[in-house]
């Protein structure tokens, strides 16, 4: 008997410890050597008064498994609760998340019979690093940050996947005709890292033509990568496209660490009554043992239970007159499986897990050029509310700025200042931007300091400042 491979499980809330029990129960069934280590996460952690939902000890067993499953979990509503999932990827730096969609026409009801595609989302970043400010009564801001390396490791696990698994074509999702730097950096090392795989066709689609396409045709699509909130959203939506979210396994994957879970939530008005379907957690056990190299076992898990969907043996959330046959509850779903241990579907496409197909993937750091960095002004944000646009700009003209000019004044994004229009609606935020006056004339961090104490003198209150920066004479901000 081979060794067991120790993972720590946590049992969740709601319908969680239901659909733990199934899939535990199948995947021993079938063979999988597994050295079971339980935590508690959730809603009772939260309740007891530990804010991130999880018991520091917890981290300490996590540590030494570095393999988690984890069950949904109900986070209370109200303001001081963190969110488990993005904490557990963020400290152990589960930077990819695997989430495949696969259409099981004609057993389950879709609107896309061919359709087998998964996406690839980043885990760390974007606007899910969570930092956020109300910055004035009428403002609020979210932080978006793309960086070179996360984006890197993201984007060369995408190609790195493809190859593994035999996918012919990596698209890319973004929305650099707006967000021109942050998108735009993106897309830039999506073209740079996919030089380097001509056996894998590269498409990019702006992420809101490209979600129309993937919802009317995804069988033109196969392995699509993404930032974290576009990857967040349409993951869920091609579940959904699938026939039902709940069908969602999914792999959050790191260098070191790695948890599988459902894509779905605890759904605490189904727990308790054997009614949920245990299948999104199930397949993200099938990628749990791919990813601890017990193929075997996870080839016959996967093909019993698209045998037991091909049978007819559906719950209730996808059971259909006409097409299903059994209506069962969650336990017997899960014995129904278990029944069909060493079958294979004769209709759907059976599956046939190989070691390439979790060959392991390590990021590797990008070239960063040396780009000369030149500090070139700063945008400082004001909170004012006594007049228009244009008596803010002549307020501010008068006041001396040594080595800077107040060039522009935008609010909300858009120009008010010089040339506005007076018909642009403003809030209480502005931002006035200050460059520096000769080109090439040294400038200092205290030209802004300098500026900000009139400011200050003056009565005004700066809520924020932005430096404005050149690499290698190229812009690095927005106009």
Known sequence: MSQKTPITVAYGDGIGPEIMDATLKIIEAAGAQIDINVIEVGEQVYLKGNAEGIDPTAWEILDKTKVFLKAPITTPQGGGYKSLNVATRKRLGLYANIRPSVS??????????????????????????????????????????????GSEKIIRYAFEYARNNGRKKVTCFVKDNIMKITDGLFHKIFDKIGEEYEDIEKEVWIVDVGSA????????????????????????????????????????????????????????????????????????????????????VATKVHNAWLKTIEDGVHTYDIFRDGVSKTKVGTKEFADAIIKRIGQKPEVLQAVDYHPRDDKKIMSQAISVSKEIKELVGVDVFLDWDKGSAEDLGQMLTKIESPGLKLTSISNRGAKVWPEGFKETFCSDLWRCRYEKIKIGEMFKHQNITELLNKLYDSGFDFVKTENLYNFDGEKGYSA
């Open 104 to 149: 099981y026409h004609p057993f389950i009801k879709t609107k896309h019979p061919v359709m087998n595609l998964v996406i690839i989302r980043e885990n760390e970043e974007d606007l899910y690093a969570g930092i956020e400010y109300k910055q004035t009564r009428q403002t609020t801001q979210g932080m978006k940050l793309i960086t070179i390396p």
């Open 213 to 296: 396409k993937l919802a009317t045709v995804p069988e033109k699509f196969d392995v699509i990568v993404l930032e974290n909130l576009y990857g967040d959203i349409l993951s869920d939506v091609v579940a959904e496209m699938s026939g039902s979210i709940g069908l969602g396994g999914s792999a959050n994957i790191g260098d070191h660490y790695a948890m599988f879970e459902a894509i779905h939530g605890s759904a605490p008005r189904r727990a308790g009554q054997n009614l949920a379907n245990p299948t999104g957690l199930l397949l993200g056990a099938v990628l749990m043992l791919v990813h601890i190299q017990q193929h075997d």
